[in-house]
């Protein structure tokens, strides 16, 4: 077993089930960090972090394929929008 133990199998679910995986992932995400000494507040840093590389690559894509404010194609998440939804530490 690799050094992220059963994370990889559960990672792998997503093929199958992905709301199940995603619930299954970030338990043991968070459990991992717990177990390694994280506050609560730099869980919550980590989970902006990776929301910040969502909206990112939400923008990347959008810039991409040319879509516009205005497009029915648009992609909803505005970094904006959500960066202040975030939970703050």
Do not use: P, W
Not at 7 to 13: K, P
Not at 71 to 87: A, G, R, V, Y
């Amino acid at each position: 077993m690799n050094a992220f133990g059963k994370f990889d199998e559960y990672v792998n679910l997503a093929t199958k089930d992905a709301e199940k995986a995603a619930e299954i992932v970030a338990k043991s995400f968070y459990k991992i960090l717990k177990k390694n000494g994280f506050t609560d507040a730099q869980i919550v840093n980590v989970a902006n972090t990776i929301l910040d590389c969502l909206i990112q690559t939400l923008e990347n894509y959008r810039e991409k394929k040319g879509i516009d404010e205005t497009s029915h194609e648009n992609i909803q998440l505005e970094s904006s929008n959500i960066s202040n939804k975030h939970i703050k530490t």
